[in-house]
């Protein structure tokens, strides 16, 4: 079993669309990232939770909006998105935000903003 | 100004060569990890190795070894004998002591392995 699931896989929307994209992990880890990756950039980390809590929230427009309910499940909430919004939203997770610990990653949602 | 630089956008090599994939890194910490990521076509990005800035032993596992050096900020991968499966992009990181876990990725390598 994958130690971090996400779903959907793909995801197509309107920039006037509510949707949410999920990562589940399995791993028993407590700190949870949400990236994007955009072709020919690096990964961008978006937001941190470390035991539920937000710890970072890197200067992301408030169109995307975090949920953590619990250390295994994470969400991403996408709502008026625009067109350069489309890209690869990698989920990954760590034991905790202890300096040097392997994130990993999940399989991502591709989303493409119509 | 970026921290990972990764300057091979793509590769690409015939099956059973060596390849050589280059990372070079900029940090003012003493204390800090370095990573290999390898992310197949199915978006996965698949954990590889960490090293820790206090060891610069090179290290091998099977067909892949990678080249630590201090001196030159580099953190180079070779895969020996490469094959189609190794085709993927790669992911060189680094997280410094100073910013907790947060990972500061390269752009990445494509490389091809051509049967």
């Known amino acids: 079993e994958t130690g971090v699931t996400q779903t959907p896989r793909h995801l197509v929307m309107g920039m006037t669309n509510k949707k949410s994209l999920k990562c589940e992990q399995h791993?028993?880890?407590?700190?949870m990232y949400w990236y994007k990756q955009s072709a020919k950039k690096p990964l961008e980390l978006m937001f941190v939770?470390?035991?539920?809590?937000?710890?970072e929230n890197n200067s992301v427009p408030s169109r995307f909006s975090p949920e953590c309910p619990n250390s295994s499940h994470l969400f991403l909430h996408l709502h008026t998105l625009q067109p350069e919004d489309s890209a690869l939203y990698l989920c990954?997770?760590?034991?905790?935000?202890?300096?040097?610990?392997?994130?990993?990653f999940g399989d991502g949602t591709r989303l493409s903003i119509l | 100004a970026q921290k990972v630089t990764q300057a091979q956008t793509e590769i690409s090599v015939v099956e059973k060569e060596d390849v050589t994939l280059d990372c070079v890194y900029e940090?003012?910490?003493?204390?800090?990890?370095l990573f290999w990521y390898k992310q197949p076509p199915s978006g996965e990005l698949v954990f590889l190795i960490r090293?820790?800035?206090?060891?610069?032993q090179n290290e091998i596992s099977g067909r892949y070894s990678w080249n630590f050096q201090k001196s030159t900020s580099s953190f180079n991968f070779t895969i020996t004998a490469s094959q189609v499966v190794d085709s993927a992009v790669y992911f060189c990181?680094?997280?410094?002591?100073?910013?907790?876990?947060?990972?500061?990725f390269g752009t990445g390598t494509s490389l091809t392995v051509i049967p």
């Open positions: 990954a997770s760590s034991q905790d935000r202890g300096h040097g610990q392997p994130q990993h």
């Open positions: 791993l028993g880890h407590n700190a």
């Open positions: 939770y470390n035991f539920k809590e937000q710890t």
């Open positions: 940090t003012r910490d003493t204390t800090y990890y």
């Open positions: 090293r820790n800035s206090f060891d610069e």
């Open positions: 990181a680094l997280s410094e002591a100073s910013t907790g876990n947060q990972f500061y």
